[in-house]
């Protein structure tokens, strides 16, 4: 449950920051409150979406969004600290999304911050973007570390077992493309708006996904890895001879229950080693990214966790997609620890969670940009 107000005088050690997200197609800034405890309350969230802007491209354009932020970054600024009530000097610091993403983007919201942070003379804090979806379902619920998290968006799908603050061990990642990359891509194929993901996720909800036969990916290999390209090939295909209303719900209807099928699966299997290297601890299964939004994926995962005795939380739906409340907790949770950057942080389009893991077993080819989560 979340806090009620509470005046910092009497909290001590409070920690109450601004976050700025700008690393895809929504410009966000938030302020958020953390107590010593963990407890924290959202006191504002403002959003610009770039939506209108990328629709008629079908998808995000990286100049067009690093222009857009550009445009809308201070008066968003503005907006969440007015809606917060506070000024800037009650800021205990600044936390901005330093990557991974568009770095035209990401560059625009880390400039800002880290202006503000001069002009304040107060701590930066670099957060990564995937730090931030990690501690999303915090911001709605109480959850203790160690747990198991799902990271599932538009360009991320990893298992991970986050142990605290900065420490993420990978167990499985995306060996292409992502399941939000999938939905949004097979959308497409078959003639849905933009955003993909949402409107197929409406159409499926008539479907019968039992109609259309889809491939299963990586068959019989063992660990946690995902692969998305061979069903948005053959969903693709498929929508090409598929022109009647009642057809298109089948498809999309398939297509969401393979995408939550292969969920659940890698989900269960890393299920089984979180367990072992947390014997005796709290089962604890965390669900983040726009792909949490979908409430078939929600439901799957949550019967995957009632029948293997974990816990389940996913965000409130306001923070699954990207936003800076997330960024301002995760900056928070690292400026207690004493974990701050200097102004001299770079934007990063890369940047993995678990970097030494991304290194040694890489799921791609490390080139200039560094390794790929």
């Given amino acids: 449950m979340t806090p009620q107000p509470i005046d910092p005088a009497t909290a001590p050690g409070a920690l109450t920051l601004l976050g700025i997200e700008t ?6 800034a938030a302020v958020v409150r953390r107590w010593p405890d963990g407890a924290c309350q959202v006191l504002s969230s403002a959003i610009s979406s770039q939506i209108a802007a990328h629709a008629p491209y079908g998808g995000v354009v ?39 993403g568009l770095v035209g983007g990401v560059m625009v919201g880390l400039a800002a911050g880290k202006a503000i942070a001069l ?21 709605g619920a109480r959850i203790d570390y160690p747990f198991l998290l799902l990271l599932v968006s538009g360009g991320h799908c990893q298992l991970l077992d986050v142990e605290g603050v900065g420490r993420c061990r990978r167990l499985g990642s995306t060996m292409d493309d992502a399941a939000g990359e999938a939905f949004d891509k097979i959308a497409k194929a078959m003639g849905l708006p933009y955003p993909g993901g949402p409107a197929l996720e409406r159409l ?41 209303e ?49 409430a078939a ?5 949550e019967a995957l966790a ?17 936003n800076a409340a997330m960024i ?32 040694a077993n890489p799921t791609h080819i490390p080139g200039r940009k560094g390794a790929k989560a």
């Fill in 23 to 28: 690393s895809c197609d929504e410009t966000a």
């Fill in 62 to 100: 990286p100049e067009i969004a690093a222009r857009a932020h550009v445009e809308v970054i201070d008066a968003i600024i503005a907006e969440a600290m007015g809606e917060a009530g506070l000024a800037f000097g009650a800021l205990d610091g600044v936390a901005a999304t330093a990557g991974p």
């Fill in 119 to 139: 002009a304040l003379g107060k701590p930066l804090v670099a957060v990564n973007h995937l730090e931030g979806h990690a501690v999303s379902a915090r911001l």
């Fill in 204 to 244: 499926a909800v008539s479907g019968d996904a039992a109609r259309f036969t889809l491939p299963r990916a990586l068959v019989g290999r063992e660990g946690c890895d995902f692969s998305f390209s061979g069903l948005k090939t053959a969903a693709a295909r498929l929508a090409e001879g598929v022109t009647e």
């Fill in 246 to 294: 009642i057809d298109r719900r089948d498809l999309a209807a398939a297509v969401q229950a393979a995408i939550c099928r292969q969920l659940a699966e890698r989900s269960a299997r890393a299920m089984a080693v979180y367990l072992r290297t947390h014997a005796g601890a709290d089962r604890r299964f965390v669900v983040a990214g726009g792909v949490a939004a979908n």
């Fill in 297 to 301: 994926v929600r439901g799957a995962l």
């Fill in 306 to 322: 009632d029948a293997q005795g974990f816990s389940f939380t996913a965000p409130p739906l306001a923070y699954c997609t990207d």
């Fill in 328 to 359: 301002a907790l995760a900056g928070a949770e690292r400026l207690a620890e004493g974990l701050t950057d200097g102004l001299d942080a770079p934007a990063r389009p890369r940047w993995p969670l678990d970097e030494a893991a991304a290194l």
